[in-house]
């Protein structure tokens, strides 16, 4: 509680520009490495959050708090409904109230009076209230399904009807005499999803409307609730194969709804998150993020929803919208300058606007804005940079540095002091007339060469490892053990257009295993590489990866450790799978190629799995079935399985022991 209260007096000084610009201590200076979202204020009040306890991957309980800065008191949230522990506390922008979850009900904590409320009194279990459901969590990154008005009076939120979702169930090894059984609902790929609709809470009134925004033929997401400085309230719907996402506009008094903005592909998933980025101007006008034209680029359109111009160029993925500057007409936005790197940009939104790169130094930049935009912080991050922070002050495209806020210079002098590795970015041809990102890290002359190779990888579409940040993890363990370490990104991958990003839609697995083999043969030609001693690793999709590339009948590897793999897209999660695959009924050969089950007989090569049981995004059952394949193409496999943990395999000394047995692995094998 310390360090996130040390950050709230920091972070939000710098911004409000009301801070002592002193030298930070070490203590502050770490803490801001720290920062978290337990800690929220408005005027006098502020939340504050301890002694979580994780559901799942970012749903947390927790005893939360309301300190009143006036009063000098703390009183817990929730305490007058008898719960100990609730979820996803979040402030009213008048500092009120504070909305809150318990179990699958939404509550609302009355500041003035200290009193609390339930918005709805769901008994059914099946029926959820404001808060996500599993795939809603997992799949589009969010735990909190409401939002509040801009001026406090109406709660909005979506309500999931789970009934017709199938269980998944696994069993919890623990130290009692018999398994404890556990369950969740899970729709797999092809499966009936939650039936989703969207309501609306009044303060004053107490009563539930539901708004106009799902036609009963549909099946539908919402994933994102946002209200507008006007007061609507927007809503985003994206149709069940997510090959279109529309944004309606919603009369919270009237409940009826009409289409403000629309995207729609035959070709390709659309991406609901860029919904996110999306700023909103105080006369309705908005600025949007979209691929509708190859690249990730920044468009402003009026209040009716229709474009009036490009903001950013073409032929460069635009990754972040920070702000915009209403006084200067001023869009504050981070963009990959290429695949590797990110900058911080400015452009007028005005015709003709030119866009200025404000960031300095190669690497990746992130920002943060204050409310009135006259102030940035500029994280910096390389390969031999740590996070550093700058404090600026803004005026249109020019900045002013005010202060370097935190450095890590004693942290670059002893990791260069240690005689780590350098990274090398790559661009290597895959064959296909196209070249891939990666990045070679190579142990120093000390170390007898050639060296074994280990070639890291995730290779999931819109995804990235090719990074120039300060990332040291255990590929450096890998290669102070004498090993070369290549991490690569396949076709399918992020921040190289649309196009690229979407070269595996509707057949996930062998481009990018093809890929995978190209990139390691090529390095495998390098004097310093012995390419009779090759091994290539994955995690999650990476895993499933490196077993389908392990069934390719020319692939040079000698090992391949698997970790949590999916091995059949049918046993997958309905949102993911089929952002990517469409679903089973309507792409059954897409799916059939893409199963790892088919492909046991090739497989070649020595294999680890690792698997933790109580996995409840990727389960063990795709190992389970996988194995079944193994055994009867009588192949030989090794196997590590973790009892009762999860798909990050964190629990206990697990984490420990599963990297000391992939060496041990590797040196046998290698």
């Known amino acids: 509680m310390k360090i996130l209260l040390i950050f709230l007096t920091v972070l939000q000084g710098i911004l409000a520009g009301d801070y002592n610009p002193k030298t930070l201590s070490a203590a502050e200076q770490d803490s801001i490495l720290s920062i978290g979202e337990q800690t929220a204020s408005a005027g006098r009040y502020r939340l504050e959050c301890e002694n979580e306890e994780r559901i799942f991957r970012h749903s947390r309980l927790a005893e939360w708090y309301v300190v ?16 100990d522990r609730v979820r996803d506390a979040v402030m009213s922008p008048n500092g009120r109230y504070v909305a809150f979850a318990k179990d699958n009900n939404l509550y609302i904590h009355k500041l003035d009076f200290g009193t609390e409320v339930a918005v709805t009194k769901n008994e059914d279990t099946d029926i959820i209230s404001g808060i996500a459901d599993w795939l809603y969590e997992e799949e589009f990154g969010t735990t909190a399904l409401f939002a509040w008005s801009p001026d406090s009076k109406m709660l909005a939120f979506v309500h999931l009807d789970e009934h017709e979702v199938p269980s998944f169930g696994w069993e919890v090894y623990s130290d009692t005499q018999y398994p404890i059984q556990e369950s969740l609902r899970y729709p797999k790929a092809g499966c009936p999803n939650a039936k989703a609709s969207v309501c609306v809470y009044d303060i004053a009134t107490k009563g539930i409307q539901t708004m106009q925004v799902n036609p009963k033929s549909e099946d539908l997401y919402f994933p994102r609730l946002r209200w507008t400085p006007a007061g609507e309230l927007l809503v985003l719907r994206v149709n069940r194969d997510q090959t279109k996402m529309e944004i309606l506009s919603c009369n919270a008094k009237s409940t009826v709804s009409h289409l403000l903005y629309k995207e729609e592909s035959d070709r390709y998933f659309v991406d609901y998150s860029l919904f996110d980025e999306y700023q909103w101007l105080s006369d309705g006008s908005f600025v949007a993020l979209s691929e509708k034209d190859g690249w990730r680029r920044a468009y402003l359109h009026n209040t009716q929803g229709s474009q009036l111009r490009a903001l950013t160029p073409a032929e460069m ?25 990110r900058d911080i940009y400015a452009v007028s939104i005005k015709p003709n606007g030119k866009n200025i790169k404000l960031s300095e130094g190669e690497g990746t930049h992130s920002a943060r804005f204050s409310k009135d935009t006259k102030r940035m912080i500029d994280c910096f991050q390389s390969f031999d940079t740590p996070n550093t922070y700058t404090l600026y002050t803004i005026k249109g495209v020019n900045k002013t540095q005010v202060r370097l806020i935190l450095d890590h210079t004693a942290t670059i002098t002893a990791w260069k002091e240690q005689g780590s590795p350098e990274p090398q970015l790559l661009r290597i041809p895959n064959g296909k007339g196209q070249e891939l990102e990666a990045m070679l890290l190579t142990p120093h002359s000390s170390h007898l060469t050639p060296n074994p190779l280990v070639v890291m990888h995730y290779s999931g579409p819109a995804s990235q490892r090719v990074l120039n940040r300060w990332r040291k993890k255990f590929e450096y363990a890998l290669v102070e053990q004498g090993y070369a370490v290549l991490i690569v990104d396949t076709r399918g991958s992020d921040c190289r257009g649309r196009a690229w990003r979407n070269e595996t839609y509707m057949s996930l697995g062998q481009k990018e295993a093809e890929d995978l083999i190209a990139a390691a043969n090529y390095i495998g030609a390098r004097e310093e590489i012995d390419a009779s001693r090759m091994a290539i690793l994955g995690w999650s999709y990476g895993g499933y990866e490196t077993l389908y590339t392990m069934s390719q009948k020319n692939h040079p590897f000698k090992a391949g450790i698997a970790i949590a793999p999916v091995t059949d897209w049918k046993l997958y999660d309905s949102a993911y799978t089929e952002r990517y695959m469409r679903r089973p009924q309507v792409n059954p050969r897409g799916y059939e190629e893409a199963s790892l089950l088919n492909k046991a007989a090739d497989l070649s090569g020595a294999v680890l799995i690792i698997h933790g049981t109580g996995d409840d995004n990727v389960h063990v059952q795709h190992t389970m079935q996988y194995i079944n394949a193994l055994v009867e193409a009588d192949k030989q496999f090794e196997m590590q399985l973790y009892p009762d943990d999860n798909h990050h395999l964190r629990q206990g000394n697990n984490a420990k022991h599963m990297h000391e047995r992939i060496l041990r692995f590797l040196n046998t094998n290698l």
Do not use: N
């Not at 915009?324 to 981070?334: F, I, N, R």
């Open 317 to 341: 993925d635009v990754t972040a919208l920070y702000a915009v500057d209403e006084k200067s007409q001023t869009l504050y936005y981070q963009a990959a300058t290429t695949p590797a790197t």
């Open 68 to 83: 009143d800065t006036m009063r000098h008191t703390r009183k817990k949230i929730g305490a007058g409904m008898g719960f």
